[in-house]
């Protein structure tokens, strides 16, 4: 199984901040890419789904680079609720749950 | 998205016990998938519950360990099977619910002592 490499946590942040977050991933024929988060003691929750192209949804930025293998998150004016554990989550060939590869996550704190 | 009703939430358990996980979704879906999530640790698949068929089981995973079952297109258990503290872990199924990705169950937080 291709392995999910994220940025290691946890990621200390004062309220109002912008914190990025990467993740890369080793098989380079991967389809789709998620991002989920964890709250403690909960289960994963869909944050949003990545686009060749990035997408935006209010504060949170999701980029794709296919040549370097490479996706990011962007949060913008950080709050307190967004401390949480993000999960890095990549679909590779054949789909279906079978090809779901997840990192080990980036656990974010953020500080008042 | 699909909502998943996933339990129990949490149970201990005695070694060389066996403990069954329920999740009812309340839409029909073909495929429903067992993770397991370890301390610290990403989630890994155990295996894939279609209905009428045989579980298909990751690599590392067995079907005497972690027998499943897919009755009808809304429901499944997953039995980890006379259990070691090794076991202890969360459980989660999961649906595939369209546009929104995966949707998880609540999980269920396992100790075997």
């Known amino acids: 199984r291709k392995e999910v490499e994220q940025d290691p946590g946890p990621f200390n942040v004062p309220e109002g901040a912008t914190v990025a977050f990467n993740c890369t991933y080793s098989?380079?024929?991967?389809?789709?890419f998620f991002w989920y988060r964890q709250d403690c003691r909960k289960e994963p929750k869909l944050l949003m789904s990545?686009?060749?192209s990035g997408n935006e949804d209010g504060r949170f930025t999701a980029q794709l680079n296919r040549a370097s293998q490479y996706i990011s998150l962007l949060i913008r004016d950080s709050k307190l609720s967004d401390s949480a554990t993000y999960l890095c989550?990549?679909?590779?060939?054949?789909?279906?749950?079978?090809?779901?590869?997840f990192g080990k996550g980036t656990h974010l704190i953020i500080q008042p | 998205s699909a909502v998943i009703s996933q339990k129990p939430s949490r149970d201990i358990c005695q070694r060389g016990t066996s403990l069954t996980i329920q999740c009812q979704v309340d839409s029909q879906v073909t495929m429903m998938f067992w993770y397991r999530q370890q301390p610290g640790q990403s989630l890994t698949l155990i295996a894939t519950a279609n209905q009428g068929s045989e579980a298909t089981y990751e690599s590392g995973f067995v079907i005497d360990k972690f027998p499943i079952s897919r009755p009808n297109l809304t429901f499944s258990t997953l039995t980890v099977s006379n259990m070691s503290p090794e076991d202890s872990s969360i459980y989660l199924c999961?649906?595939?619910?369209?546009?929104?990705?995966?949707?998880f169950g609540s999980g269920t937080r396992l100790t075997v002592v």
């Open positions: 990545v686009y060749s």
């Open positions: 098989n380079s024929a991967s389809q789709s």
């Open positions: 989550v990549v679909n590779n060939p054949g789909g279906g749950a079978d090809g779901l590869t």
């Open positions: 999961s649906v595939l619910g369209g546009a929104y990705g995966y949707t």
